[in-house]
């Protein structure tokens, strides 16, 4: 292996360190690790494997951790609420996954993606309830949200015209008797594995994409419609996102659990639901004594595609996080956007009775990411738990 470290000069904002860390790894393939210190300044350390071209990734390293760091200097976020953490030291996402699998709780499958048992399934499926009910408090109508998407879906909406790189795109095998014959003699590798190279598929125009951010079917449901009144709705759904070598554990996962709130309407009306919005975000971390805040947040980007992105929605505050504690570290669980007409131009979709272009928002809580804070804060025994957490869980 190959290793080469660089101690930056300016602070890196907590949103620009995380992505930073992601989309170095797509620099080359041979990149193996990428770690970014707390120290102040901090030190890049990214590793890459021995046939790689060390001076090329190193040079394309600098350009992009330059480009981003100044690009991201102009606005940093706010942070909105606060509660102050009051049951004693977290522990480290990797503790808690550690003794979650101790117990028998938590089984990895893959990189990324997990079963779940025992305290934790209660509490995940608890969560879900939880968020549920408060959203059809809010209004909100019950929706079954798929997993599975159109491609085309995706690409009217713009999510993949800066998101690509995240997506798990879905394809087959083309319909031939005999290459369904051809894959267990040929496709099954020694170690286990599958080897699809020698079958024709259709992978070169995959239909479909595992769904990477839950609302993006909403719209799609009302293109082309006029939503006389506010169209409200509420859903759980598994999201995908190809995370490459960031992938890590429950803190950054390619499979997780979405529970969902979308609002379509007038643009005024859009604005008033996202501050009950953002008032749900402070209400349940309050109702769930845990330790976190809520601040401005700006979506993940890419240094040669929509970096300015990030300064248009910090300085207009178009979007906020809920980010909980960890030892050591915050983690984002939910968030609040708002969208403009954003969907209502890419989908034709009318609002009101003056028939202007619908504007919508959305709430997501990642509950992937609430259980693993909750076990971090509170611990593994659910006696010790605040009261409003064990009633999530029945007890």
Request: net charge negative; charged share 25%; proline share 3%.
């Amino acid at each position: 292996m190959q290793t080469m470290s660089l101690r930056l000069m300016l602070e890196v904002a907590p949103d620009v360190r995380e992505t930073l860390v992601k989309n170095l790894f797509w620099i080359d393939r041979g990149i193996t690790g990428v770690e970014l210190s707390g120290d102040v300044p901090p030190v890049l350390t990214v590793t890459c494997t021995d046939d790689s071209d060390a001076d090329e990734i190193e040079a394309q390293v600098l350009a992009d951790v330059t480009k981003m760091v100044a690009q991201a200097a102009t606005v940093c976020p706010r942070t909105v609420y606060e509660t102050q953490p009051c049951h004693g030291e977290p522990l480290a996402a990797d503790e808690v996954c550690r003794r979650l699998e101790e117990r028998g709780w938590l089984s990895m499958e893959l990189s990324g993606s997990h079963v779940y048992a025992g305290l934790m399934a209660e509490l995940y499926y608890g969560l879900d309830r939880a968020f549920g009910r408060r959203a059809r408090g809010l209004g909100a109508q019950e929706v079954h949200l798929p997993s599975l998407l159109g491609a085309d879906t995706l690409v009217t909406s713009g999510y993949l015209h800066g998101n690509a790189h995240m997506g798990n795109y879905v394809f087959h095998l083309h319909e031939d008797r005999s290459a369904v014959a051809r894959f267990t003699e040929k496709c099954v590798t020694d170690t286990g594995g599958i080897d699809l190279s020698g079958l024709e598929t259709s992978a070169d125009v995959p239909e479909a994409v595992l769904s990477p951010a839950a609302c993006q079917p909403v719209y799609r449901m009302l293109a082309g419609r006029t939503v006389a009144t506010p169209f409200v709705t509420t859903g759980y759904v598994r999201c995908y996102r190809y995370e490459s070598g960031a992938t890590h554990g429950l803190r950054r996962s390619r499979e997780f659990g979405v529970r969902e709130i979308v609002y379509v309407g007038t643009e005024r009306g859009a604005a008033d639901f996202r501050a009950q919005l953002i008032g749900v975000a402070r209400e349940f971390l309050d109702r769930f004594e845990l330790w976190g805040s809520l601040v401005t947040a700006s979506d993940p980007f890419f240094t040669d595609t929509s970096a300015d992105y990030r300064v248009y929605q910090l300085a207009l505050e178009l979007k906020h996080e809920v980010q909980l504690g960890l030892g050591g570290d915050r983690v984002a669980a939910a968030s609040v956007n708002q969208h403009g007409d954003h969907f209502g131009r890419a989908w034709d979709i009318r609002a009101g009775n003056t028939n202007e272009r619908a504007h919508s928002c959305c709430m997501g809580f990642g509950i992937d990411r609430w259980c693993l804070a909750v076990f971090s804060q509170f611990g593994f025994d659910v006696r010790s738990w605040p009261r409003a957490l064990r009633e999530v869980v029945g007890v």
